[in-house]
């Protein structure tokens, strides 16, 4: 009888050290592909503006997704699973002061990319939203069985770049990313 592969083979865990690295490197390589971006080519970054408005509307925005997160997480299982299974592979290692940078990181270089170049590079319509929102979800794909969480990162992406658009402040989306890490990091780390 052949043997049978497990339907999902556990990941080898992650360090510390090894997941803080990660995030470094990702935001970096990000970071550095934005501003590449920036200075070959000839698109104009959306402008992040100071102000208490911008700010309170991005954690207001934040707040919005983690409450449609918890709300996704209990009623829809492929989220559930997924979501767990990838918050277990970065979440689980890390201690609750390294949640600032889980927060930071990303929020950060992935803004910048996604919404504050390729969202204007693809055009501040509906066809750059998706089109950006889709290659945010991509780099949340951990594999082809983890498929809800990159649906969700899509959605998510969606809303992040829709604010973008529609305050024409990449301040929005940045609070609204590092709001929502961080209080998701944290919920998840309390509750494990």
């Known amino acids: 009888m052949a043997e049978q592969i497990p339907d999902r083979p556990e990941t080898e865990p992650l360090t510390r050290m090894q997941v803080l690295i990660a995030m470094g490197v990702t935001a970096v390589v990000l970071l550095l592909i934005a501003k590449g ?15 208490f408005q911008a700010i309170l509307l991005g954690v207001a ?15 829809w299982e492929a989220y559930r ?15 609750l002061p390294d949640l600032i940078w889980l927060g930071l990181l990303p929020g950060l270089s992935e803004e910048l990319l996604f919404r504050g170049v390729m969202l204007p590079e693809f055009g501040l ?18 594999g082809l069985k983890q498929w809800a969480y990159i ?42």
């Open 37 to 51: 971006w920036i200075y070959f080519g000839s698109v104009t970054l959306i402008p992040i503006t100071f102000s």
């Open 61 to 75: 925005l934040g707040l919005a997704i983690t409450v449609a997160s918890s709300i996704s997480y209990y009623v």
């Open 81 to 95: 699973r997924s979501a767990d299974y990838y918050l277990k592979l970065v979440l689980k290692p890390l201690l």
């Open 125 to 142: 319509n509906l066809e750059g939203i998706l089109i950006s929102s889709l290659c945010f979800g991509v780099l949340h794909m951990n």
């Open 151 to 192: 649906v969700w990162a899509t959605v998510i992406g969606i809303v992040l770049g829709y604010s973008a658009v529609w305050t024409g402040n990449l301040l929005v989306p940045i609070v609204a990313h590092v709001c929502t890490n961080f209080i998701a990091g944290c919920a998840w780390k309390l509750r494990d």
